[in-house]
């Protein structure tokens, strides 16, 4: 019952389109993750290297799913949830931005009123259009369910309700869940990943670039290994920036990490790396030999009885 009133008392605090937002989610979401999709291409970062962002746009085209719309500049925000409690788990896309509901909507089918449309190869799942700033999409059994809890009284996990509400507020890329009880990621070997229950992550990219971790381990030790294994990358930061801020803490079974850096120093960085890469030489190919083998004139061989061979030119003994 806790939770609830957590939850409850949250989205009294939130914008009402914040809440909005939040009430698509499924009840057993584990895993949300955000980003900021305006606040990346606004960014002094992403607009200096403007090679690299149109390559990215049209690369975003390109792979989006749905045609009629760009991802980098139809969409502000973009929300995933799921239940993260198996391999390949269903996720569920919330978004926020512009969307034309003729154009995009024009033929597709309808679901309590909502234009749903498929994706150009069937198999990316649906797009739900909820109104002109707001759209869903994800597996059509997931849309059509969020379509179905609009307006009605949702329970979630009041802590993890909190936990998206304050990193939504502070960062442009987020993420934050839990590990289900007895799940073990596939293909994870890695005992120090797999000692994780519970983590979040915020990086904010508008005025240079700042990074805050929190993971939860399943013992102290465990932290502290964690936390360990973060020291080579410490030193690295250090080395290539004296100004840039990297500290971790590890207590109550709980590893802290944030670095900051100001924009100023991080294109610094980014030229320097740039620079590097255009002086490095380039690497150099094995020779190709071409040409024919030498032509072997005609001719007659035998093998004398104390096995030396003879060669018998034409024209001569013969």
């Known amino acids: 019952m806790k939770c609830v009133?957590?939850?409850?008392?949250?989205?009294?605090?939130?914008?009402?389109?914040?809440?909005?937002?939040?009430?698509?989610?499924?009840?057993?979401?584990?895993?949300?993750?955000?980003?900021r999709v305006r606040s990346l291409t606004e960014s002094p970062l992403f607009q200096d290297n403007s090679a690299s962002a149109k390559n990215?746009?049209?690369?975003?085209?390109?792979?989006?799913?749905?045609?009629?719309?760009?991802?980098?500049?139809?969409?502000?925000?973009?929300?995933?949830a799921s239940s993260a409690d198996r391999q390949n788990a269903p996720a569920l896309l919330v978004l926020r931005g512009r969307f034309n509901l003729e154009k995009l909507g024009s033929g597709a089918e309808r679901y309590h009123g909502i234009a749903i449309t498929r994706s150009k190869d069937k198999t990316a799942g649906v797009l739900g259009l909820i109104d002109e700033g707001t759209a869903i999409a994800g597996d059509a059994v997931l849309?059509?369910?969020?379509?179905?809890?609009?307006?009605?009284?949702?329970?979630?996990?009041?802590?993890?309700?909190?936990?998206?509400?304050?990193l939504r507020e502070r960062f442009d890329l987020w993420g934050t869940g839990e590990r289900p009880q007895g799940f073990v990621a596939p293909g994870v070997e890695n005992d120090q990943l797999n000692?994780?229950?519970?983590?979040?992550?915020?990086?904010?990219?508008?005025?240079?670039?700042?990074?805050?971790?929190?993971?939860?381990?399943?013992?102290?030790?465990?932290?502290?290994?964690?936390?360990?294994s973060l020291a080579m990358l410490q030193m690295m930061a250090q080395a290539q920036s004296k100004s840039a801020k990297f500290e971790v803490t590890s207590a109550d079974n709980t590893l802290k990490l944030s670095f900051a850096i100001s924009e100023e120093e991080l294109k610094k960085a980014i030229a320097a790396q740039r620079q590097q890469l255009q002086n490095k030489p380039p690497v150099q190919s094995q020779p190709?030999?071409?040409?024919?083998?030498?032509?072997?004139?005609?001719?007659?061989?035998?093998?004398?009885?104390?096995?030396?061979?003879?060669f018998t030119l034409p024209g001569k003994g013969q």
């Open 5 to 35: 009133w957590i939850a409850v008392a949250v989205a009294r605090l939130l914008p009402a389109a914040d809440f909005v937002v939040q009430e698509y989610l499924p009840p057993d979401t584990r895993v949300v993750m955000g980003l």
């Open 195 to 228: 000692s994780i229950d519970r983590f979040e992550f915020g990086i904010r990219i508008t005025r240079g670039l700042e990074l805050s971790a929190e993971v939860h381990a399943r013992s102290q030790k465990e932290a502290d290994k964690l936390a360990a």
């Open 56 to 80: 990215m746009s049209e690369s975003w085209t390109k792979l989006t799913a749905f045609a009629g719309f760009d991802p980098l500049h139809d969409i502000d925000e973009v929300l995933l």
């Open 143 to 166: 849309v059509k369910a969020a379509i179905d809890r609009r307006g009605k009284p949702v329970v979630y996990d009041g802590a993890l309700v909190a936990r998206v509400a304050s």
């Open 288 to 310: 190709t030999i071409t040409g024919q083998p030498p032509a072997v004139a005609p001719g007659k061989q035998t093998t004398s009885p104390g096995g030396t061979s003879v």
